[in-house]
């Protein structure tokens, strides 16, 4: 189970973006949070995904209290948890072909016998042919791009996934494609999914349940209080 309890978290002390949030995840079940932009909604999906410590409260992980978040979480943990962010042009590193942008968890993690098998594996599934996945991001769509950052968060088979507005930037057709996919990765290995997002319709749709910010947090920051910075998107490498 991934549960979080009371949490407050921000980017400058003493200003929270997110007061008291309580939200719980079982295995198998999709969560849909929906939320405003700027509510916070995002960096609780950053606290969920072991990549931005809290200010208080805790985050418990298959049973496991959470006590070190991004490089300094146990390897067992970081990579128990796939994530997808917004813009695919803010989580991929320029420079690496789509290949080994999917491949890089693999790398990070010591695992290079795995990467042929599982990249031909995971960007058939994605649908990303041969003759993209020796592209760089500048030199494909923003669909396409998203579509190898899902396959990057799932080749370690995580447990766990957050996709955090995922599709927003997508048109339909893509949209229907990646959903597709991530309920055929959970179908298949049971996983639990917290997805983020400001289209009702959508998450209600596609999770078992959808959950309000309201209906679990004491609120987002105060009025004039820290904006959750640029690198709320910041490229995610599971390191070894």
């Known amino acids: 189970m991934l549960e979080l309890a009371a949490v407050t978290a921000g980017y400058e002390r003493g200003r929270p973006v997110v007061r008291d949030a309580d939200l719980t995840?079982?295995?198998?079940?999709?969560?849909?949070?929906?939320?405003?932009?700027?509510?916070?909604?995002?960096?609780?999906?950053?606290?969920?995904?072991?990549?931005?410590?809290?200010?208080?409260?805790?985050?418990?992980?298959?049973?496991?209290?959470?006590?070190?978040?991004?490089?300094?979480?146990?390897?067992?943990?970081?990579?128990?948890?796939?994530?997808?962010?917004?813009?695919?042009?803010?989580?991929?590193?320029?420079?690496?072909?789509?290949?080994?942008?999917?491949?890089?968890?693999?790398?990070?993690?010591?695992?290079?016998?795995?990467?042929?098998?599982?990249?031909?594996?995971?960007s058939d599934t994605v649908g990303l042919g041969d003759d993209l996945l020796g592209r760089r991001p500048h030199e494909v769509s923003d669909g396409q791009l998203q579509r190898a950052c899902l396959a990057r968060a799932l080749v370690l088979k995580p447990r766990w996934l957050v996709c955090d507005e995922m599709t927003a930037m997508l048109d339909a057709s893509t949209t229907a494609a990646l959903v597709a996919v991530v309920e055929d990765y959970r179908s298949a290995h049971h996983a639990g999914l917290l997805t983020v997002g400001h289209d009702r319709v959508l998450l209600e749709r596609w999770c078992d349940r959808t959950v309000r910010w309201d209906e679990i947090t004491a609120g987002a920051a105060a009025a004039g209080g820290a904006a959750t910075p640029a690198g709320d998107a910041a490229p995610v490498v599971v390191a070894g």
Not at 57 to 75: K, M, S
Not at 83 to 92: E, T, W
Request: with cysteine.
């Open 25 to 122: 995840v079982r295995p198998g079940e999709s969560v849909g949070l929906l939320g405003p932009s700027g509510c916070g909604k995002s960096t609780l999906a950053r606290v969920a995904a072991l990549l931005h410590r809290p200010d208080a409260g805790t985050v418990t992980l298959d049973g496991t209290r959470v006590r070190g978040w991004r490089h300094r979480a146990p390897r067992a943990q970081r990579t128990a948890i796939g994530v997808v962010f917004q813009q695919p042009r803010l989580s991929a590193d320029p420079r690496l072909r789509l290949r080994d942008l999917i491949a890089e968890p693999l790398r990070a993690n010591g695992r290079r016998d795995e990467v042929a098998s599982r990249v031909a594996e995971l």
